[in-house]
């Protein structure tokens, strides 16, 4: 079984709540359910039994000296919570490299031009100590900018030989709530499960390099591993092949994401996204897109989606893998008709809540895409969220407990299982609980 297939699907795009999506047709293959009922749920995470260091040694003392030396009082105080529950000292990261490690490395080495290190530090630790802080939200442009984000938009524009007027270049790039809900929540769920892999994207990302690179194994895009080879050229993502079963990528954003960056540095507002924010949401933004997206206009092009905004689920899903180097298989539960309209689901609710409770019992969040209906059940938008667990009442009845980075709140909000399980069109889950439903993969195939 694999994530990513040549099987045909209709899907929406996925965006910022209250959007409307258009329908597009592309490639996915789709993991199967049955109707096995579901178990009182295990909330054993497995990621708990990790063991974690909070001693440093005496090479990672010399560098904690220094680097609360360099940050303020409130980074400060980030700093040594995170020494205390271990999270400073976790290596979960492509090359090893602890979080500490990857701080270091901002403090002492160049960032990228108009990056204030000190702030570069700040907004990545404050990030990572509360991920929940992680928003969609673009901000305004400030007077100062605004004649050379102009400027950078006509030179884009032109650069595919489209001609675009200043005035048209000024209110394409006028953008201040992000469609970006998809690159935000795959923001969130890697600075919550692996903090120290985020601190290397950040670290890289607001280096003068402007670009990442991660290893992943070809089977974690598809089990034959011409086909995984082929999404690869397909997405247009830089990639070398050290042997036939890895390859190591080049994740980079786009042209225009620098600027943006800038903008936050020098004029972030309350409510707005770091800097940080910026470089990692532009980047998914850009391999899910196949390298289409323009940071300016929040606008994106590419052969999958007809949508001029966000990612849809096939791009979504192969952006997730990419950065977690893991077998994500999306599972879509509503049966959307020609007309956009919800016409059921393509299994019963029990198994949608077992899939997304045994994923979280993994120590997994699972990112969903959850559907806006009038009242003839017609999408009229779609949004994506990250369920992060979950609890149950002495009724039986579940709660989920969700980050939303759309919703002005650096906290996470609470759904019952009535409201969002019927909402969800498709949710993100590992091969290894998707495998667990093989009877019915012919009839989600078809």
């Known amino acids: 079984m694999t994530s990513i297939s040549s099987v045909q699907n209709n899907f929406y795009s996925y965006r910022a709540s209250g959007v409307i999506p258009e329908r597009v047709k592309t490639s996915q293959s789709q993991a199967a359910y049955s109707n096995k009922h579901v178990s009182a749920p295990s909330f054993a995470a497995s990621l708990m039994a990790i063991p974690v260091r909070t001693t440093l040694n005496k090479d990672e003392e010399q560098k904690y000296i220094q680097l609360t030396a360099f940050v303020d009082k409130t980074s400060k105080k980030q700093l040594d919570a995170l020494l205390k529950n271990g999270i400073l000292l976790s290596a979960n990261s492509d090359d090893n490299s602890t979080v500490?490690?990857?701080?270091?490395?901002?403090?002492?080495?160049?960032?990228?031009?108009?990056?204030?290190?000190?702030?570069?530090?700040?907004?990545?630790?404050?990030?990572?100590?509360?991920?929940?802080?992680?928003?969609?939200?673009?901000?305004?442009?400030?007077?100062?900018?605004?004649?050379?984000?102009?400027?950078?938009?006509?030179?884009?524009?032109?650069?595919?030989?489209?001609?675009?007027?200043?005035?048209?270049?000024?209110?394409?790039?006028?953008?201040?709530?992000?469609?970006?809900?998809?690159?935000?929540?795959?923001?969130?769920?890697?600075?919550?499960?692996?903090?120290?892999?985020?601190?290397?994207?950040?670290?890289?990302?607001?280096?003068?390099?402007?670009?990442?690179?991660?290893?992943?194994?070809?089977?974690?895009?598809?089990?034959?591993?011409?086909?995984?080879?082929?999404?690869?050229?397909?997405?247009?993502?830089?990639?070398?092949?050290?042997?036939?079963?890895?390859?190591?990528?080049?994740?980079?954003?786009?042209?225009?994401?620098?600027?943006?960056?800038?903008?936050?540095?020098?004029?972030?507002?309350?409510?707005?996204?770091?800097?940080?924010?910026?470089?990692?949401?532009?980047?998914?933004?850009?391999?899910?897109?196949?390298?289409?997206?323009?940071?300016?206009?929040?606008?994106?092009?590419?052969?999958?989606?007809?949508?001029?905004?966000?990612?849809?689920?096939?791009?979504?899903?192969?952006?997730?893998?990419?950065v977690n180097d893991k077998n994500e298989i999306s599972i879509i539960y509503q049966t959307v008709d020609e007309n956009g309209r919800v016409v059921g689901y393509e299994t019963d609710f029990n198994t949608m809540k077992k899939q997304i409770l045994d994923t979280l019992a993994m120590g997994e969040n699972v990112i969903v895409g959850y559907t806006q209906t009038d009242r003839t059940n017609k999408i009229e938008g779609g949004h994506e969220i990250t369920i992060i667990g979950a609890k149950q009442d002495k009724n039986g009845k579940l709660t989920f407990v969700c980050n939303d980075t759309d919703d002005n709140k650096s906290a996470p909000i609470e759904y019952s299982e009535d409201y969002i399980i019927p909402k969800i069109h498709h949710a993100g889950i590992p091969q290894v609980i998707a495998e667990q439903y093989p009877d019915l993969l012919a009839k989600q195939a078809e």
Request: proline content about 4%; charged content about 25%.
């Open 100 to 322: 500490l490690d990857n701080l270091y490395q901002m403090m002492i080495t160049p960032r990228a031009e108009g990056l204030n290190p000190q702030l570069v530090l700040k907004e990545t630790v404050n990030t990572i100590a509360n991920p929940f802080a992680i928003t969609q939200n673009f901000g305004d442009i400030p007077k100062e900018y605004k004649e050379k984000v102009i400027n950078q938009e006509i030179a884009t524009q032109q650069s595919f030989a489209n001609a675009i007027t200043p005035a048209k270049a000024e209110a394409a790039t006028n953008v201040e709530h992000s469609t970006d809900c998809v690159a935000a929540s795959i923001e969130f769920k890697l600075a919550k499960q692996m903090p120290a892999e985020f601190a290397r994207f950040a670290q890289n990302l607001t280096s003068p390099q402007l670009s990442v690179g991660k290893t992943i194994k070809m089977k974690n895009l598809n089990d034959v591993p011409a086909d995984a080879q082929w999404l690869l050229n397909e997405f247009g993502v830089p990639y070398k092949m050290d042997d036939a079963e890895t390859a190591r990528l080049t994740l980079a954003p786009d042209k225009n994401a620098l600027l943006r960056a800038q903008i936050q540095n020098d004029d972030k507002d309350r409510l707005e996204r770091s800097l940080v924010d910026v470089l990692m949401q532009s980047t998914f933004m850009n391999v899910g897109s196949q390298q289409s997206f323009d940071s300016l206009t929040d606008i994106r092009g590419g052969k999958f989606n007809q949508d001029k905004n966000g990612l849809n689920e096939f791009e979504k899903t192969f952006t997730e893998s990419v």
